[in-house]
């Protein structure tokens, strides 16, 4: 079984898979959050060429994690604008290298785009992107968490 790569604007039928994915998954942190604003969040990324970008990862055309290109995705830190963000493995494929090959995605994605720092905010999972080279540089509350703010800059 090979791990598929596509633009979420390719499949948009399945923009209210993720919603859900995302409400079950993050929703409790979020008071304000809804099914229903998850998915018109979801319906503005359904670009192919320029932020924001959502891609799925698909086995046997089935998807089983996303990854995003996102714009300014803390509204505490709007100085940052480029954000890896939505990483999501479905719970029965994870530990399998899904989460990397799409974050890999999005950070070539970003070449492509001429993009030369990335950002993205953690509460557990700092290890994951520090293989691919983001770094600590803040650690704020976000949502009445503390969380890790990481950067990632070309070449170097």
Same mark, same amino acid.
């Given at each position: 079984?090979? $791990?598929?790569?596509?633009? %979420?604007a &390719?499949?948009p039928?399945?923009?209210?898979?993720?919603? /859900?994915?995302? #409400?079950?998954?993050?929703?409790g942190?979020?008071?304000s959050?809804t099914?229903?604003?998850?998915?018109?969040? %979801?319906?503005? !990324?359904?670009?192919? &060429? @320029?932020?924001?970008?959502?891609y799925?990862?698909?086995?046997? @055309?089935?998807?089983?994690?996303? /990854?995003? $290109?996102k714009?300014?995705?803390?509204?505490?830190?709007?100085?940052?604008?480029?954000?890896?963000?939505?990483?999501?493995?479905?719970?029965?494929?994870?530990?399998?290298?899904? *989460?990397? *090959? $799409?974050?890999?995605?999005?950070? &070539?994605q970003?070449?492509? %785009?001429?993009?030369d !720092?990335?950002?993205?905010?953690t509460?557990?999972?700092e290890? $994951? #992107?520090?293989?691919?080279?983001?770094?600590?540089?803040?650690?704020?509350?976000?949502?009445?968490?503390?969380?890790?703010?990481?950067?990632r800059?070309?070449?170097?």
């Amino acid at each position: 079984m090979k $791990l598929e790569i596509a633009y %979420l604007a &390719d499949h948009p039928e399945f923009v209210p898979l993720l919603a /859900a994915w995302f #409400y079950d998954e993050w929703g409790g942190g979020w008071p304000s959050a809804t099914l229903e604003g998850f998915i018109k969040r %979801l319906e503005g !990324r359904l670009n192919r &060429d @320029q932020p924001p970008i959502t891609y799925l990862g698909f086995y046997d @055309q089935e998807p089983v994690g996303t /990854a995003a $290109l996102k714009i300014r995705e803390m509204e505490t830190h709007p100085q940052f604008e480029y954000w890896l963000g939505s990483v999501y493995v479905r719970e029965d494929y994870r530990r399998q290298g899904i *989460a990397s *090959a $799409l974050i890999q995605a999005v950070i &070539d994605q970003s070449k492509v %785009l001429e993009i030369d !720092r990335l950002y993205l905010y953690t509460r557990q999972k700092e290890p $994951l #992107y520090a293989k691919f080279g983001w770094k600590v540089i803040e650690t704020p509350k976000h949502r009445g968490k503390v969380v890790s703010i990481m950067e990632r800059c070309e070449g170097g």
